[in-house]
């Protein structure tokens, strides 16, 4: 199947709901992040946190821990609920976010693990970084904003990581594709260029972001980055579909998802998607001055 198969058409349009919508989310996906962060060993990149999409659940799920079976935490974002699953996706644990709150949330999941009889091992907030301010974050209630803002995102996430998996599958040296907890990114790095030590040099970011001080709505990105800084901008190519590149404190390329929503197919939105992602690489590795090694 190729991306235009799993593509689902974006419709909604008034990103003010959308973007609420999606800080509620990010807030209750701290519990999904926080279960793995706590029971697995601390890796270099800190991926011990993040998470993936389940197209099946519309849910976002946790790394793999063995707790006498093989288990995960998942936020559906349609069905707006926290659920303990096996390797299978069978649900083992569900909780009912929507009016609950943070204390309540990290109780279930506390809950979970004592169930499955670990002991003496506490599952605490992951603490080293700062979520955007929300009422959510002073004790007051997640509640779902509505079922259309929810079942739009989870098509973002579905899409990002069906297209961002094609984009990156031919890189040797590229990331999984992963969500993660503190910036809510959907993303994978492409590693071009390494030291002695095999620390990266020059790397392309590729992801789907939700709204911040780059722009007011979801967007598609590419990311470019040299250790030694020397990036020369004197021109650029023009992106499709009213993409822009920005070269101040962040470097790289955004496309906002609402030119997507503009056309009226799925298949014109992946078309456009693809596009993005297939001349900006190419002008950020022409930028970098690097080629990406093949698998």
């Known amino acids: 199947m190729t991306i235009k198969d ?14 609420e919508a999606s800080r509620r989310l990010h807030y209750a996906a701290q519990y999904v992040a926080a279960f793995s962060h706590n029971l697995l060993p601390e890796s270099s990149d800190d991926s011990q946190s993040s998470m993936h999409w ?28 926290l659920m303990l699953i096996d390797e299978n996706e069978k649900v083992h644990g569900v909780f009912n976010i929507n009016g609950q709150t943070r204390t309540t949330a990290m109780s279930f999941v506390r ?16 603490d080293h970084y700062e979520l955007p301010d929300h009422p959510i974050k002073e004790g007051g209630p997640f509640m779902m904003t509505s079922p259309n803002e929810h079942q739009e995102l989870a098509r973002y996430r579905h899409n990002a990581t069906h297209l961002l998996e094609q984009v990156v599958k031919d890189y040797e040296y590229a990331t999984p594709v992963a969500t993660w907890p503190h910036h809510f990114d959907t993303a994978s790095v492409i590693n071009l260029k390494f030291d002695d030590q095999s620390n990266p040099m020059k790397t392309v ?21 040299a250790k030694d800084g020397n990036i020369k901008y004197d021109t650029l190519p023009s992106l499709p579909g009213n993409a822009q590149w920005k070269t ?16 009226d197919s799925a298949e014109k939105q992946c078309e456009l998607a693809e596009d993005f992602f297939k001349q900006g690489l190419k002008a950020s590795f022409e930028l ?5 090694v093949k698998a």
């Open 6 to 19: 799993h593509w689902q058409q974006l419709t909604l349009t008034e990103t003010k709901e959308l973007k």
């Open 54 to 81: 389940s197209s099946s659940l519309k849910a976002l799920v946790s790394q793999e821990v063995n707790l006498k079976r093989r288990v995960r935490m998942a936020l559906g974002y349609t069905a707006f609920k």
């Open 111 to 126: 809950t979970q693990i004592r169930v499955l009889g670990v002991k003496g091992q506490e599952i605490d907030p992951i």
């Open 205 to 225: 970011g590729v992801g789907l972001a939700p709204p911040n001080g780059l722009c007011e709505e979801y967007y598609f990105y590419i990311s470019h980055w």
């Open 248 to 263: 101040e404190d962040w470097k790289g390329a955004i496309l906002p998802v609402s030119e997507l929503v503009k056309l």
């Open 288 to 292: 970098l001055e690097e080629e990406a």
